[in-house]
């Protein structure tokens, strides 16, 4: 992956830059539902799956403009657009830089210019923000000159990027390591449960619908929480999952965890679906592809599927399986709507410059 675009004129002072790169996350077992919006604090842990290949590099560069009030601005795959998410996460560190004494990070004094470039199509529940959130947060804060704990595999509560992150997206904060890793509810203790190379996984991934979703997640979590009569039991079925699947990887036992993962998924959407009104991510085709999945597991295959705030049904498997499945499902839904996908590493710096 490259920067591709032109880097645009930085016409005011520059106090620094600095690029990262963070991949996508799978949730095996979801996170679906807050329990602060503001400090967007989920309502249950996670356990996921970072992914090689897919992801998003940007560059962050921090300007000081005396003369006018300063807006931060955001390009991405190269073109200008206004995102809240963006806009949230760099004014949260600004706070956090005046809160602890740099007399620079006065808002409205220092803006940011962020040039991002995604290679997994945005917005359309391919966990497209997770990787975005997890580069944009690295590269504003390591733009400030200020160490990452992630390059130290320290990552534990209390942390500041963390929290920083997951003001951006809440799935953001699993990006920050690689392999397999759990999220606790408080969406800051995180653990690797495996490095990316200790266990030879795979997900193969249909895509059903490659454009963005009617409904964020964001939206769609809060209105799950405030509207379906199960949401109560989702989140208070939740730790079960996430302490058997935890177990299950520890064990090494794919079908274990690929029934817990199964479960995690279904009962995720039917919570979806008993919001009013309801969400229904998922299509007609992707109702296919589970009857597939169904089909090829009683075949004998080692296949579990999982789909999120998306149409699209991801097949976790063993490495050694995924291509015979690939092919299937290539059959079915077609030779371009398939990819397979391996554990990926954290993010991490790709590049860095101090103008002062
Ligand atoms: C997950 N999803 O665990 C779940 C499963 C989608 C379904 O986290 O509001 O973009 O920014 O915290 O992280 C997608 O939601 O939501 C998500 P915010 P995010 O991956």
């Known amino acids: 992956m490259s920067l591709s675009s032109r880097s645009i004129e930085h016409p005011s002072h520059s106090l620094g830059s600095a690029s990262a790169a963070a991949s996508v996350n799978i949730a095996l077992i979801k996170y679906w539902g807050k329990a602060d919006v503001d400090s967007n604090r989920p309502a249950v842990g996670s356990l996921s799956l970072t992914l090689d290949e897919w992801g998003s590099e940007t560059t962050v560069t921090w300007l000081e403009k005396k003369e006018s009030r300063a807006e931060h601005r955001f390009i991405l795959n190269g073109q200008e657009r ?205 109702l296919m592809i589970l009857d597939e999945v169904e089909q090829l597991r009683s075949r004998g295959s080692a296949a579990w599927a999982t789909m999120d705030a998306g149409p699209h049904v991801k097949i976790l498997c063993e490495r050694s399986e995924a291509a015979h499945i690939a092919t299937h499902m290539k059959s079915i839904i077609g030779q371009r709507s398939v990819l397979i996908r391996h554990p990926g590493r954290a993010a991490h710096i790709i590049g860095e410059k101090r103008d002062v």
Request: aromatic share 6%.
């Open 82 to 286: 206004l995102d809240s998410k963006v806009n949230k996460l760099l004014t949260h560190l600004l706070q956090y830089a005046e809160a602890e004494g740099h007399s620079w990070a006065k808002q409205g004094q220092v803006s940011a210019v962020v040039e991002s470039k995604n290679t997994v199509p945005t917005a359309s529940g391919l966990a497209s923000s997770a990787s975005g959130m997890a580069a944009l947060g690295l590269a504003a804060w390591s733009a400030l000159g200020w160490p990452n704990p992630s390059l130290n595999n320290d990552i534990h509560g209390g942390s500041q990027l963390i929290d920083l992150v997951r003001i951006g997206s809440g799935s953001a904060v699993r990006s920050l390591k690689g392999g397999l890793v759990r999220l606790e509810s408080d969406g800051r203790t995180m653990t690797q449960l495996c490095e990316r190379d200790e266990w030879s996984l795979a997900l193969v991934i249909c895509i059903v619908d490659p454009g963005p979703k009617a409904i964020s997640s964001r939206e769609g979590m809060e209105r799950t929480r405030l509207t379906s009569p199960y949401y109560d039991r989702w989140v208070s079925s939740h730790p079960h999952d996430l302490n058997a699947a935890t177990e299950a990887v520890n064990e090494r036992d794919l079908g274990k965890l690929g029934e817990l993962m199964e479960h995690s998924t279904f009962k995720m959407h039917a919570a979806m679906w008993s919001a009013k009104p309801p969400l229904r991510y998922l299509k007609a085709k992707s």
